[in-house]
């Protein structure tokens, strides 16, 4: 079994920034990729980063350059720096824990960027 519990989501301006956790709970041992997706009312759940126990990552086109992935193996967290924020990343954003044939989701964390 494996929980997530995630922070850091919030209200911010155009252009400014957020750091999003999530801290996985329980089962965490061995090799796993951990990221981040977003869904909003009017879009499919999308891809945002990923990143792998060897700290390979992989960035949508939309927020490279804008959004840093990071996680610490030893507490088995992983983070979302996002920089440079626009009104189009508006949406509640979901932690994933994935290994072959599993993924558990986090509850979603919401982040809205508006003025």
């Known amino acids: 079994q494996v929980q997530l519990v995630e922070s850091g989501g919030g209200l911010v301006q155009p252009g400014g920034s957020l750091r999003l956790s999530c801290g996985a709970f329980?089962?965490?041992?061995?090799?796993?990729?951990m990221g981040w997706y977003r869904q909003t009312s009017e879009k499919q759940r999308e891809l945002v980063a990923t990143?792998?126990?060897?700290?390979?990552?992989n960035y949508a086109d939309s927020v490279k350059g804008r959004f840093t992935i990071s996680r610490d193996n030893a507490k088995s967290t992983v983070y979302l720096q996002m920089n440079s924020l626009r009104p189009e990343d508006t949406a509640v954003y979901y932690c994933?824990?994935?290994?072959?044939?599993?993924?558990?989701w986090g509850q979603g964390t919401q982040v809205t960027v508006s003025s």
């Open positions: 329980g089962s965490t041992w061995g090799i796993y990729t």
């Open positions: 994933t824990f994935q290994r072959p044939l599993f993924t558990k």
């Open positions: 990143i792998t126990t060897g700290g390979s990552t």
